[in-house]
């Protein structure tokens, strides 16, 4: 089964509306979570390591106030798109190191598809 | 900072065996990895090959590393439909702490299988 769960899996909101998407670890912590953004057609583009505890690394290029991280616990890290645009809509995924493991390994989160009107 | 680059097309009929390739730039990535994405999903890690390996099999899926040239493929035999996905290749990045890795994905190569 899952180990790393997203939600929602879709949504769909207004422009200049905020969306709150969910990544939580299943039956493991995680102190380190990434956040990435996929485009059709092209890789995951890295936007923030979420750090529980403490704030949140942006890549370059990606704006803090914008895409906001909270880290609130060891199983939970959540993404707030605030005053959504069209440019918005994408693919957002998460993902969870493996616990224990020095290998790298990332669990991946199902996904979730933001749809800015 | 690390590049990762492979091909964005494949398509092969089903029972052929399938040959994913990939570059890399960062020779000191430590793990390279092979991850799946089906439409509308997350990714699934199918595999990984530490660096100072040559070669890794598991079942259907062969991992060849060439660290001379940076050089990653993987290859799927007998080669099914339902095989047909994004195929991500990845390399370790920088370190993130707490024993975590950022990782730099290339874009995806689209295995499509003709019954």
């Known amino acids: 089964g899952a180990v790393v769960s997203q939600h929602p899996s879709w949504v769909i909101c207004k422009s200049g509306t905020s969306v709150k998407i969910e990544c939580r670890s299943l039956?493991?912590?995680?102190?380190?979570m990434f956040w990435y953004r996929q485009f059709p057609k092209q890789s995951l583009m890295l936007m923030a390591t979420s750090n529980e505890g403490s704030k949140a690394t942006y890549e370059q290029g990606v704006e803090k106030d914008k895409f906001l991280i909270n880290h609130a616990s060891l199983t939970l890290s959540t993404l707030t798109v605030t005053s959504a645009h069209p440019e918005d809509s994408s693919f957002y995924i998460c993902?969870?190191?493996?616990?224990?493991?020095?290998?790298?390994?990332?669990?991946f989160g199902e996904g979730s598809r933001l749809t800015v009107l | 900072g690390e590049d990762v680059e492979q091909s964005l097309f494949l398509s092969v009929r089903e029972g052929d065996s399938s040959v994913i390739n990939c570059t890399y730039t960062d020779s000191s990535s430590t793990y390279l990895y092979w991850y799946k994405q089906e439409p509308g999903a997350g990714l699934q890690l199918l595999t990984y090959?530490?660096?100072?390996?040559d070669m890794k099999q598991d079942q259907r899926l062969t991992v060849l590393l060439n660290k001379k040239d940076k050089h990653l493929s993987l290859r799927i035999a007998d080669t099914q439909t339902g095989d047909s996905a994004i195929y991500f290749c990845?390399?370790?990045?920088?370190?993130?702490?707490?024993?975590?890795?950022?990782?730099?994905f290339g874009k995806g190569t689209k295995l499509s299988v003709i019954p």
């Open positions: 990845a390399a370790q990045a920088r370190y993130s702490g707490a024993g975590s890795y950022q990782l730099t």
């Open positions: 090959i530490f660096s100072n390996m």
């Open positions: 039956d493991f912590q995680a102190t380190t």
């Open positions: 993902s969870a190191p493996r616990q224990g493991a020095n290998t790298g390994e990332l669990f």
